[in-house]
C-alpha cells in the first residue's frame, strides 16, 4: 500500500476517519508512529535481558552473570526490561460541543482516534490502561487491565461513543478521582469549555493523589478562526442559546478572549505540574503520542 | 439668531436627508443559523465591541444624513442674521443711529492714532458701506448734548461731512442723553430694522448713570424693544491712566509760604513709582508764560490716590495762574490741573480789649484773637491787641480792620479818629460786654450804632438760653452758614446781650429766637467809607458759649473779610468742564456786555438779562479745560475775573476701565445686542450684522470637510 510509505499518512486524521474499524486506526497510528523513530520508545525492566553493568556494592547477588564472571574474572550484574506495573486512565470528554467539527472530523472523532492509539500504545508496553467517558454525567468507566484482549473492549466503547449532554468537566473528575484508586497516569482528553478554574481545581486534584496528568486540549480551527462572514445567529450545541452576531466585527476580539482562554489553561497547568499539550484536530497524531512517551519515559 | 432663504424652494428636498436611512434599511442581510460549541466566547467579544460598532455605523449615517442636508441647504442659499430681522431681511431698509463717543477718554492714543481717530475712520468707513435705501443720522456721546445730524438721511455725504467736522471733547461720557435723542429720532421712523450703532471705548465710567442710577429699565420700557444695539469696541482690554484730580490751594498772601496740594490718582492695577509731579505758576495776564516753580516725585498704589505738597512764595500781590503737572501718559487731557491764585497783603486786625484780665486767657480778645489765626502766624489775617489808652496813640493807618470788644466808651478825640479811619475805608466791628456804657455808645458813637441801645438782657441772670434763629440771609458773612451743609450758628447758647433798637439805615443779619438782633450792619452813606458790623454779644464766653463752637472761626474770618473788602472766597466753587456759571447784577451796577475769553483766545460778548428785579448772564460753554477771563464792561471801567476750568475727573472720565460685555448685555437686555471688538474684520462683520451673512461658502467647505470624514470612517470600517 502506497499508504504505508508515507508514516505522516497514518496520522493524519483525515485519513485515520476512512479506516473501518478503531482497532485499525490505533494500528496505523502507532505502527506508523514507531516505524519513523531511529529507537525503540520502550524501555524499563522486564524479563527480557537488557544489558550489564558492574557489581557495586549493595546489589543482590542474585543478579550477578556468573557466566561473565567466570570468563572475564569481573563481577557484573545482569539488568531485565521491567515487567510495567503503570495504570494509565484515559478520560474523554463526549458532550455535546465535542461534536462540532468543520473539516470532515469532529473534536470527538478525533479524540477517540487519540484515545485508541494511546491504548493500542499503552497495551503494546504491557501497561494496563481504562477508559472513562463524559457528559453530564459519567458514560462509561473500563477499569484498567494490561491483558491484550482489553483493547478490543476499550475500542468497541470508542465505535459506540456518540456526543452529546452538557459539560460538567469539574464535578465528573471528581467522581472519577473516586474510581481511580491507584497511582497512574491520568489522560484527559476535552475541550475544556468549562469553568477554567473549577476545572484547573479538579485536575489538581488528582496530582494530589499522586497521578501524573497529561491534558490534550482539542478544539477545531474554525473555533480558534471564527472563519464565517456576513451577520450569523449562533446556536449553542450545548445550552441551546442564539446570539446575532457579525464574525467579521468580533473576529480579532474573539481570537483574543479566546488566546487568553487557552494560556489560562496552560500557565495554570504549568504551574501545577500538569503536562498540557493543545491540539488543534487538523494536527497529527504523533504529536499526542509525542507526548505520552515523553511523560512515560520520565516515569521511567 | 435668524436665517432666511434666498432659494426656499430647495427646502423640499429635505425629505431626501432620510435616503441613507433607507439604504441602510434596504441592505440589510438575514442572519444565518449556524451551530457552534461555545457562544460564550462570542458572547464576551460582542459586548466589548459590537457597541462601539454599532456607534460607529450610526456615526456614519449620521455623516452621510448630514451630507444630503447640506447639500440641500447649499442650493436654498441660507442667510444668517445675528440679530433679529424684520419685514422682508436683507431687501428690508435699515434706519441707522450712529452714536460716536467722543469724551476725552477717547484721546487716549494707543498706536498712533487716539481711539477718536481710530473710531471716526471705521464711522466713515461703516457709513460708506450702507445701502442707497438706509438711513442713518449722527451723534456724539459726552455729557454736553451734541447732535451733528439729528435726522435720518440717505444722503451720505452729510453724514460724511458731519463725521470728519466732530472734535474730541473735554467732556465726560453721558451715554443716556445720546440714547433718549437716538430714541427720540427712531420713533419717528417708519423703517422696521431699527439700529443703534455705538462705538467708543466702552469705558464704564459712561454706564454708571444707567448701572448705579437705575435709569435702565425705564429708558428701555419707554422705547421700542425692537431696536437693535451694535456696540463697536474701540478701546484695548483696560487701558492705564494717571490723572491730576484735584488742587487745593491756601490763600494767597504776599511773602508768605502759600500750600498747593495736589491729588494724583492711578486708575491702573500697576503701583506707580516715582511719578513727577510739577507747577507751573505765573501772572494770570502772562498765562501762556507759565514757570516751572517746583517738581517732586509721588508713588501710589494700584487704584488709589496720592497727594502732593507744595509750598510758594508769592513776592507780588495780583491774580495768579497756574498748572499742576505730571508726566504726560497715553491719555495727556487729563495729566495738567489749572488753578489761580489770587495774592493779597496780609488783613491787619487792631483788637482794642475792654476788659482785659489779669493773665492772657483772661482777657476779653483771648479767644477772637485765636478765631482770626487759629493755625500760625502766616495766615491771612494778622491781629494785634491794643488797650483803650493804647487806641489813643495808636497809627490807625496801619491796619484795615479795627475791632473794639467790650470797650465801656471812648473818647471824643478817639471817636474822632475812628470815624476817620472808617472814613477812609478802614473797616470797624464792635463787640459788647458787660462793660458797655450804652448811653455812652448812643450819644458818642451814633454814628457807628446801627440804632440805639436799650440795655443788657436778660437784666437777671436767665438758665435758659436763647438761639441765633436760622439764616436764611445771602449777606457775604453769613455765606458760609447757608445750606444743609453750611456751620450751624443755632447751636451756640446765649445768655446775656445788649439789647437794640435797629434804625432804618441799619441791617440785622442775624437774630435771637427772641426777635432781638445779634449782629446787624451799619450802612454808611459815604462812598468810600468803611463797613461797620455790630455784635450785641460778647467776643468771649462770659455772654455765650459760640467762642467754643468751631462756627466762631468762620463767622469772625467772614466779618473781618467782610469789612475789609477783601473778595469772597467763600463763594469760590470749583469749575469743570460742562458747567454753567451764572453772574447777577443789581440795576446800579450793571455792566453793559460781558466779555468771555477763553484758554485759546476766542471770545464772546455776553448781554445782561432781565430776570425779574436782578439783571443776569449765564454762561455753558466751559468747553475745554483752562483759564477763562470775564471781562465786565461798564460805562467808565472795566472790571476782570479769572476761572480755572478742570475736567470732570470726578465724574470717573479718566479710570478707562472697561465695562463687561456681558454686563453690558445684561444692561440692555430687554434689546437684541451685539458687541463687536474685531476691528480687523470690522466691515463684513458690521454688514453681515445689518443685512445679514450668506453661508453658502461656509456650506460649501463644511460639506467638503464631511465628504472627507465620510469617506475616511467608511475606508476604516471597511478595512476593519
Same mark, same amino acid.
Given at each position: 500500500?502506497e499508504?504505508k510509505?508515507?508514516?505522516?499518512?497514518?496520522?493524519?486524521?483525515l485519513v485515520?476517519a476512512k479506516?473501518?474499524?478503531?482497532?485499525l486506526?490505533?494500528?496505523?497510528?502507532?505502527e506508523?508512529f514507531?516505524?519513523?523513530?531511529?529507537?525503540?520508545?520502550?524501555?524499563?525492566?522486564?524479563?527480557?535481558?537488557?544489558?550489564h553493568?558492574?557489581?557495586?556494592?549493595?546489589?543482590?547477588?542474585?543478579?550477578?552473570d556468573?557466566k561473565?564472571?567466570?570468563?572475564?574474572?569481573?563481577? %557484573?550484574?545482569?539488568q531485565?526490561?521491567?515487567?510495567?506495573?503503570?495504570?494509565g486512565?484515559?478520560?474523554?470528554?463526549?458532550?455535546?460541543s465535542?461534536?462540532?467539527?468543520?473539516?470532515?472530523?469532529?473534536?470527538l @472523532?478525533?479524540?477517540?482516534?487519540?484515545?485508541?492509539?494511546?491504548a493500542?500504545?499503552?497495551?503494546r508496553?504491557?501497561?494496563?490502561?481504562g477508559?472513562?467517558?463524559?457528559?453530564?454525567?459519567i458514560?462509561?468507566?473500563?477499569?484498567?487491565?494490561?491483558?491484550?484482549g482489553?483493547?478490543?473492549?476499550?475500542?468497541?466503547?470508542?465505535?459506540?461513543i456518540t456526543p452529546q449532554?452538557?459539560?460538567?468537566? *469539574?464535578?465528573i473528575?471528581?467522581?472519577?478521582? @473516586?474510581h481511580?484508586k491507584?497511582?497512574?497516569?491520568?489522560?484527559?482528553?476535552?475541550d475544556?469549555?468549562?469553568?477554567a478554574?473549577?476545572? /484547573?481545581?479538579?485536575?489538581k %486534584?488528582?496530582? %494530589?493523589r499522586k497521578? +501524573?496528568?497529561?491534558?490534550?486540549?482539542?478544539?477545531?480551527?474554525?473555533?480558534?478562526?471564527?472563519?464565517?462572514?456576513?451577520?450569523?445567529l449562533?446556536?449553542d450545541?450545548?445550552?441551546k442559546?442564539?446570539?446575532?452576531?457579525?464574525?467579521?466585527?468580533?473576529?480579532?476580539?474573539?481570537?483574543?478572549?479566546?488566546?487568553?482562554?487557552?494560556?489560562?489553561?496552560k500557565?495554570?497547568?504549568?504551574e501545577?505540574?500538569?503536562?498540557?499539550?493543545?491540539?488543534?484536530?487538523?494536527?497529527?497524531?504523533?504529536?499526542?503520542?509525542?507526548?505520552?512517551?515523553?511523560?512515560?519515559?520520565m516515569?521511567? | 439668531?435668524?436665517?432666511?432663504f434666498?432659494?426656499?424652494?430647495?427646502?423640499?428636498?429635505?425629505p431626501?436627508?432620510?435616503?441613507p436611512?433607507?439604504? $441602510?434599511l434596504l441592505?440589510? #442581510?438575514k442572519?444565518?443559523?449556524?451551530?457552534?460549541?461555545?457562544?460564550?466566547?462570542i458572547?464576551?467579544?460582542?459586548?466589548k465591541?459590537?457597541?462601539r460598532?454599532?456607534?460607529?455605523?450610526?456615526f456614519?449615517?449620521?455623516?452621510?444624513?448630514?451630507?444630503?442636508?447640506?447639500?440641500?441647504?447649499?442650493?436654498?442659499?441660507?442667510i444668517?442674521?445675528?440679530?433679529?430681522?424684520? =419685514?422682508?431681511?436683507?431687501?428690508?431698509?435699515?434706519s441707522?443711529i450712529f452714536?460716536?463717543?467722543?469724551?476725552? *477718554?477717547?484721546?487716549?492714543?494707543?498706536y498712533?492714532?487716539?481711539?477718536f481717530?481710530?473710531?471716526?475712520k471705521?464711522?466713515?468707513?461703516?457709513?460708506?458701506?450702507?445701502?442707497?435705501?438706509?438711513?442713518?443720522?449722527?451723534l456724539l456721546?459726552?455729557?454736553?448734548?451734541e447732535?451733528p445730524?439729528?435726522?435720518?438721511?440717505?444722503?451720505?455725504? &452729510?453724514?460724511?461731512g458731519?463725521?470728519?467736522?466732530?472734535?474730541?471733547?473735554?467732556?465726560?461720557?453721558?451715554?443716556?442723553?445720546?440714547?433718549?435723542?437716538?430714541?427720540?429720532?427712531?420713533?419717528?421712523?417708519?423703517?422696521?430694522?431699527?439700529?443703534?450703532?455705538?462705538?467708543?471705548?466702552?469705558?464704564? $465710567?459712561?454706564?454708571?448713570?444707567?448701572t +448705579?442710577?437705575?435709569?435702565?429699565?425705564d429708558?428701555i420700557?419707554?422705547?421700542?424693544?425692537?431696536?437693535?444695539?451694535?456696540?463697536?469696541?474701540?478701546?484695548k482690554k483696560?487701558?492705564?491712566?494717571t490723572s491730576?484730580?484735584?488742587?487745593?490751594i491756601d490763600e494767597g498772601v504776599i511773602?508768605q509760604?502759600v500750600?498747593?496740594?495736589?491729588?494724583?490718582?492711578?486708575?491702573?492695577?500697576k503701583?506707580l513709582?516715582?511719578?513727577?509731579?510739577?507747577?507751573y505758576?505765573n501772572?494770570?495776564?502772562?498765562?501762556?508764560?507759565?514757570?516751572?516753580?517746583?517738581q517732586?516725585?509721588?508713588?501710589?498704589?494700584?487704584?488709589? *490716590?496720592?497727594?502732593?505738597?507744595?509750598?510758594?512764595?508769592?513776592?507780588?500781590?495780583?491774580?495768579?495762574?497756574?498748572?499742576?503737572?505730571?508726566?504726560p501718559?497715553k491719555?495727556?487731557?487729563?495729566d495738567k490741573?489749572?488753578?489761580k491764585?489770587?495774592?493779597?497783603?496780609?488783613?491787619?486786625?487792631?483788637?482794642?480789649?475792654?476788659?482785659?484780665?489779669?493773665?492772657?486767657y483772661n482777657?476779653?480778645?483771648?479767644?477772637?484773637?485765636?478765631?482770626?489765626?487759629?493755625?500760625?502766624?502766616?495766615?491771612?489775617i494778622?491781629?494785634r491787641?491794643?488797650?483803650?489808652?493804647?487806641l489813643?496813640?495808636?497809627d490807625?493807618?496801619?491796619?484795615?480792620?479795627?475791632?473794639?470788644?467790650?470797650?465801656?466808651?471812648l473818647?471824643?478825640?478817639?471817636v474822632?479818629?475812628?470815624?476817620?479811619? *472808617?472814613?477812609?475805608?478802614?473797616?470797624?466791628?464792635?463787640?459788647?460786654?458787660?462793660?458797655?456804657?450804652?448811653k455812652?455808645y448812643n450819644?458818642?458813637?451814633?454814628?457807628?450804632?446801627?440804632?440805639?441801645?436799650?440795655g443788657?438782657?436778660?437784666?437777671k441772670?436767665?438758665?435758659?438760653?436763647?438761639?441765633?434763629?436760622?439764616?436764611?440771609s445771602? $449777606?457775604?458773612?453769613?455765606?458760609?452758614?447757608?445750606?444743609?451743609?453750611?456751620?450751624k450758628?443755632?447751636?451756640?447758647?446765649?445768655y446775656?446781650?445788649?439789647a437794640?433798637?435797629?434804625?432804618?439805615?441799619?441791617?440785622?443779619?442775624?437774630?435771637?429766637?427772641?426777635g432781638d438782633?445779634?449782629? &446787624?450792619?451799619?450802612?454808611?452813606?459815604?462812598k468810600?467809607?468803611?463797613?461797620?458790623l455790630?455784635?450785641?454779644?460778647?467776643?468771649d464766653?462770659d455772654?455765650?458759649?459760640?467762642?467754643?463752637?468751631?462756627?466762631?472761626?468762620?463767622?469772625v474770618q467772614?466779618?473781618?473779610?467782610?469789612?475789609?473788602?477783601r473778595?469772597?472766597?467763600?463763594?469760590?466753587?470749583k /469749575?469743570?468742564?460742562?458747567?454753567?456759571?451764572?453772574?447777577?447784577?443789581?440795576?446800579?451796577?450793571?455792566?453793559?456786555?460781558?466779555?468771555?475769553?477763553n484758554?485759546?483766545? #476766542?471770545s464772546?460778548v455776553?448781554?445782561?438779562? @432781565?430776570?425779574?428785579?436782578?439783571?443776569?448772564?449765564?454762561f455753558e460753554?466751559?468747553?475745554?479745560?483752562?483759564?477763562?477771563?470775564?471781562?465786565?464792561?461798564?460805562?467808565?471801567k472795566t @472790571? #476782570?475775573e479769572?476761572?480755572?476750568?478742570?475736567?470732570?475727573?470726578?465724574?470717573?472720565?479718566s479710570?478707562?476701565?472697561k465695562?463687561? $460685555?456681558?454686563k453690558?448685555?445684561?444692561?440692555?437686555s430687554?434689546?437684541?445686542?451685539?458687541i463687536?471688538?474685531?476691528?480687523?474684520?470690522?466691515d463684513?462683520?458690521?454688514?453681515?450684522?445689518?443685512? =445679514?451673512?450668506?453661508l453658502?461658502?461656509?456650506?460649501?467647505l463644511?460639506?467638503?470637510?464631511?465628504?472627507m470624514?465620510?469617506?475616511?470612517?467608511?475606508n476604516?470600517?471597511?478595512?476593519?
Amino acid at each position: 500500500m502506497e499508504k504505508k510509505d508515507n508514516k505522516q499518512n497514518y496520522l493524519d486524521p483525515l485519513v485515520l476517519a476512512k479506516l473501518s474499524s478503531m482497532l485499525l486506526r490505533a494500528r496505523f497510528v502507532v505502527e506508523g508512529f514507531i516505524a519513523g523513530l531511529h529507537q525503540s520508545p520502550f524501555r524499563g525492566f522486564s524479563l527480557e535481558f537488557a544489558q550489564h553493568r558492574p557489581y557495586s556494592v549493595g546489589d543482590e547477588l542474585k543478579y550477578l552473570d556468573w557466566k561473565v564472571y567466570a570468563r572475564s574474572d569481573r563481577f %557484573y550484574i545482569r539488568q531485565y526490561r521491567e515487567e510495567t506495573n503503570l495504570k494509565g486512565y484515559i478520560i474523554l470528554d463526549a458532550s455535546a460541543s465535542m461534536g462540532y467539527g468543520t473539516r470532515g472530523i469532529s473534536k470527538l @472523532q478525533y479524540g477517540c482516534y487519540l484515545a485508541s492509539s494511546l491504548a493500542y500504545l499503552m497495551l503494546r508496553q504491557q501497561d494496563s490502561v481504562g477508559l472513562g467517558t463524559f457528559s453530564s454525567k459519567i458514560n462509561t468507566y473500563i477499569p484498567p487491565r494490561a491483558n491484550r484482549g482489553h483493547l478490543s473492549v476499550i475500542l468497541e466503547e470508542l465505535e459506540q461513543i456518540t456526543p452529546q449532554g452538557e459539560t460538567d468537566i *469539574s464535578n465528573i473528575l471528581q467522581d472519577l478521582g @473516586q474510581h481511580i484508586k491507584k497511582r497512574g497516569l491520568v489522560i484527559f482528553i476535552s475541550d475544556l469549555f468549562d469553568d477554567a478554574d473549577r476545572v /484547573i481545581k479538579a485536575l489538581k %486534584y488528582f496530582r %494530589y493523589r499522586k497521578n +501524573e496528568v497529561i491534558v490534550f486540549h482539542l478544539l477545531d480551527p474554525a473555533e480558534m478562526e471564527l472563519p464565517f462572514s456576513d451577520l450569523v445567529l449562533f446556536e449553542d450545541m450545548e445550552k441551546k442559546t442564539e446570539i446575532i452576531s457579525q464574525p467579521d466585527i468580533i473576529r480579532s476580539q474573539y481570537k483574543k478572549i479566546l488566546a487568553d482562554f487557552i494560556e489560562k489553561y496552560k500557565l495554570s497547568c504549568q504551574e501545577s505540574g500538569i503536562d498540557y499539550c493543545f491540539m488543534d484536530t487538523s494536527v497529527p497524531l504523533d504529536k499526542a503520542l509525542g507526548a505520552y512517551l515523553a511523560k512515560r519515559e520520565m516515569l521511567g | 439668531m435668524n436665517i432666511n432663504f434666498i432659494n426656499p424652494l430647495f427646502l423640499f428636498g429635505l425629505p431626501l436627508v432620510s435616503i441613507p436611512v433607507i439604504i $441602510h434599511l434596504l441592505t440589510k #442581510k438575514k442572519a444565518r443559523r449556524l451551530p457552534f460549541s461555545e457562544i460564550k466566547f462570542i458572547q464576551l467579544a460582542s459586548i466589548k465591541v459590537v457597541r462601539r460598532h454599532k456607534l460607529k455605523e450610526l456615526f456614519l449615517l449620521l455623516i452621510r444624513m448630514l451630507i444630503v442636508l447640506i447639500f440641500i441647504l447649499f442650493f436654498a442659499r441660507p442667510i444668517f442674521y445675528a440679530l433679529p430681522i424684520f =419685514g422682508q431681511g436683507a431687501q428690508e431698509a435699515t434706519s441707522i443711529i450712529f452714536i460716536l463717543d467722543n469724551s476725552y *477718554s477717547m484721546g487716549y492714543r494707543e498706536y498712533e492714532d487716539s481711539y477718536f481717530a481710530t473710531a471716526k475712520k471705521i464711522l466713515k468707513d461703516l457709513v460708506t458701506k450702507l445701502d442707497k435705501k438706509d438711513k442713518a443720522a449722527f451723534l456724539l456721546m459726552n455729557s454736553k448734548v451734541e447732535n451733528p445730524v439729528s435726522y435720518l438721511t440717505i444722503d451720505k455725504q &452729510i453724514l460724511l461731512g458731519e463725521i470728519e467736522k466732530c472734535n474730541l471733547s473735554s467732556h465726560s461720557t453721558d451715554i443716556y442723553k445720546a440714547l433718549t435723542k437716538a430714541y427720540a429720532i427712531l420713533s419717528d421712523s417708519i423703517a422696521s430694522n431699527k439700529q443703534i450703532v455705538i462705538i467708543g471705548d466702552l469705558a464704564l $465710567h459712561g454706564y454708571r448713570n444707567i448701572t +448705579e442710577l437705575g435709569v435702565s429699565e425705564d429708558l428701555i420700557k419707554e422705547f421700542d424693544k425692537n431696536v437693535k444695539f451694535i456696540f463697536i469696541d474701540i478701546a484695548k482690554k483696560n487701558p492705564l491712566n494717571t490723572s491730576v484730580s484735584n488742587v487745593v490751594i491756601d490763600e494767597g498772601v504776599i511773602n508768605q509760604p502759600v500750600k498747593i496740594s495736589a491729588t494724583v490718582e492711578n486708575h491702573s492695577n500697576k503701583k506707580l513709582k516715582n511719578l513727577p509731579v510739577s507747577i507751573y505758576i505765573n501772572e494770570v495776564n502772562k498765562k501762556q508764560n507759565l514757570k516751572r516753580v517746583a517738581q517732586s516725585f509721588v508713588s501710589i498704589n494700584k487704584n488709589a *490716590s496720592g497727594n502732593k505738597e507744595f509750598f510758594y512764595n508769592f513776592t507780588k500781590t495780583g491774580i495768579y495762574s497756574g498748572t499742576v503737572n505730571i508726566k504726560p501718559d497715553k491719555l495727556s487731557i487729563d495729566d495738567k490741573f489749572y488753578f489761580k491764585v489770587p495774592v493779597e497783603e496780609k488783613i491787619n486786625v487792631l483788637l482794642v480789649d475792654g476788659a482785659p484780665g489779669v493773665s492772657f486767657y483772661n482777657n476779653e480778645t483771648y479767644y477772637i484773637k485765636l478765631a482770626l489765626n487759629p493755625i500760625s502766624h502766616t495766615g491771612s489775617i494778622g491781629s494785634r491787641i491794643a488797650t483803650i489808652k493804647e487806641l489813643e496813640t495808636e497809627d490807625l493807618e496801619d491796619f484795615s480792620v479795627i475791632i473794639l470788644c467790650n470797650v465801656k466808651s471812648l473818647k471824643t478825640r478817639v471817636v474822632n479818629k475812628l470815624y476817620q479811619f *472808617s472814613g477812609n475805608g478802614g473797616g470797624v466791628i464792635f463787640f459788647c460786654g458787660d462793660n458797655i456804657d450804652s448811653k455812652a455808645y448812643n450819644s458818642q458813637l451814633n454814628r457807628f450804632i446801627p440804632g440805639k441801645l436799650i440795655g443788657i438782657k436778660p437784666e437777671k441772670n436767665s438758665i435758659a438760653p436763647i438761639k441765633v434763629t436760622d439764616t436764611e440771609s445771602v $449777606h457775604t458773612v453769613l455765606r458760609p452758614f447757608v445750606g444743609p451743609k453750611g456751620g450751624k450758628l443755632e447751636k451756640a447758647n446765649f445768655y446775656k446781650y445788649v439789647a437794640l433798637k435797629p434804625d432804618l439805615k441799619s441791617s440785622v443779619l442775624l437774630k435771637f429766637s427772641n426777635g432781638d438782633p445779634y449782629l &446787624i450792619e451799619q450802612k454808611i452813606q459815604t462812598k468810600n467809607g468803611g463797613r461797620i458790623l455790630f455784635f450785641t454779644s460778647s467776643c468771649d464766653k462770659d455772654w455765650n458759649n459760640l467762642p467754643a463752637k468751631p462756627v466762631y472761626v468762620a463767622l469772625v474770618q467772614q466779618a473781618v473779610r467782610y469789612v475789609s473788602k477783601r473778595p469772597d472766597i467763600s463763594k469760590e466753587k470749583k /469749575i469743570f468742564v460742562g458747567s454753567k456759571i451764572r453772574r447777577e447784577f443789581s440795576s446800579t451796577k450793571l455792566p453793559d456786555s460781558v466779555k468771555i475769553i477763553n484758554p485759546e483766545e #476766542k471770545s464772546v460778548v455776553v448781554k445782561p438779562v @432781565q430776570d425779574k428785579d436782578i439783571y443776569k448772564i449765564d454762561f455753558e460753554q466751559l468747553d475745554i479745560p483752562g483759564i477763562y477771563e470775564i471781562i465786565y464792561n461798564y460805562k467808565n471801567k472795566t @472790571q #476782570k475775573e479769572y476761572l480755572s476750568v478742570n475736567l470732570d475727573i470726578a465724574s470717573g472720565e479718566s479710570n478707562l476701565t472697561k465695562i463687561d $460685555h456681558k454686563k453690558l448685555k445684561k444692561l440692555f437686555s430687554q434689546s437684541p445686542v451685539v458687541i463687536v471688538d474685531d476691528l480687523d474684520n470690522l466691515d463684513e462683520e458690521f454688514l453681515s450684522l445689518l443685512k =445679514g451673512k450668506e453661508l453658502s461658502k461656509s456650506l460649501l467647505l463644511f460639506l467638503v470637510s464631511l465628504l472627507m470624514l465620510e469617506g475616511y470612517v467608511a475606508n476604516r470600517r471597511r478595512k476593519s
